[in-house]
């Protein structure tokens, strides 16, 4: 059984912000805004996810992610679905998922030429508490002032089709071509809260879960996952984790989460608490 402590990477983004979350360090003054911190595994193993944070000055570009079958087909190992955990948003806060209507790959490409895009995507108000599982072809855009955790496929792979005229290359041969330009369908999830633990998401690429216990919490997981503590912290098998940190268990751990965390945990697969 090993715990590992993910590396730690600040990226720079033109839409970021200086102004972070709680267990992350802000920007100095003579540094470019921060966009999302990436947790990444150390050494070269390739995990089947990734999780950042996303941190939201701007809109972010309006994209597309390929399933696995068709990223497979380019040399990827797979696809992109993924789901947001919502932090914090301002007020007025949207994020673009699908189209308003139906719309033709043709439409969808001269509408991203000549900006129209913006209107055709169905922006959604979310606030903090939100929880979106976005599938692979959905064509979507995360709004401003937003901070949210973001658990996905592990592959970096995103076309972009609109970006606000930042200077930044687009994909839109590769993006129309797996774009599903409908209206966003919320997806079969089973989900359900007792207790203090909530599933988030259920589907066949990730299961996503959050906990917030009152009191103390002892306990052992028989699945791998990634272990994100939102607020407070604890142990795995003796080693201290807090806010700010995101740790990938393999195998049977032992978890002590401290009393008034907030915990959001990750896995590849079906697990049970014990």
């Known amino acids: 059984m090993v715990c590992t402590r993910l590396t730690t990477i600040r990226v720079e983004k033109p839409w970021g912000r200086r102004r972070l979350w709680p267990g992350f360090a802000d920007p100095a003054r003579d540094e470019a805004p921060i966009g999302e911190i990436w947790f990444g595994v150390p050494g070269s193993r390739d995990p089947e996810l990734l999780v950042k944070y996303l941190f939201t000055s701007e809109k972010l570009s ?9 990223a497979r087909a380019r040399g990827f190992a797979r696809g992109k679905d993924e789901a947001w955990v919502i932090l914090d948003a301002l007020p007025g ?23 129209s ?18 599938p692979a072809n959905t064509v979507h855009a995360i709004g401003a002032g937003i901070t949210l955790i973001e658990v996905q ?21 590769d993006g129309i071509a797996v774009s599903d330009p ?6 079969p999830i089973e989900s359900s ?14 299961i ?13 997981l028989n699945a791998d996952g990634w272990l994100i503590p939102v607020k407070g912290g604890g142990q795995l098998d003796g080693m201290a984790f ?26 590849p697969r079906s697990f049970t608490l014990r």
């Open 208 to 220: 996503l879960e959050r906990w917030t216990w009152i009191g103390q919490r002892e306990l052992a």
């Open 93 to 115: 806060s949207t994020i673009g998922l699908g189209t308003v209507r139906p719309v033709s790959r043709e439409e969808l490409r001269s509408a991203a030429l000549d900006g």
């Open 62 to 70: 309006i994209q597309v992610h390929p399933d696995d079958t068709q």
């Open 242 to 267: 807090a806010a700010g940190e995101c740790w990938i268990i393999d195998g049977n751990a032992g978890v002590s989460i401290e009393p008034g965390s907030d915990i959001v945990f990750a896995s």
């Open 117 to 134: 895009i913006e209107q055709l995507m169905d922006w959604k108000p979310v606030a903090a508490g939100d929880v979106i599982y976005s």
């Open 193 to 206: 809260q007792a207790s203090g633990r909530q599933v988030l998401a259920s589907t066949d690429k990730f």
């Open 182 to 187: 409908v209206p966003f369908a919320v997806p």
């Open 153 to 173: 496929q592990n592959v970096d792979l995103t076309y972009r089709l609109y970006d606000y005229g930042r200077p930044r290359e687009l994909h839109l041969d």
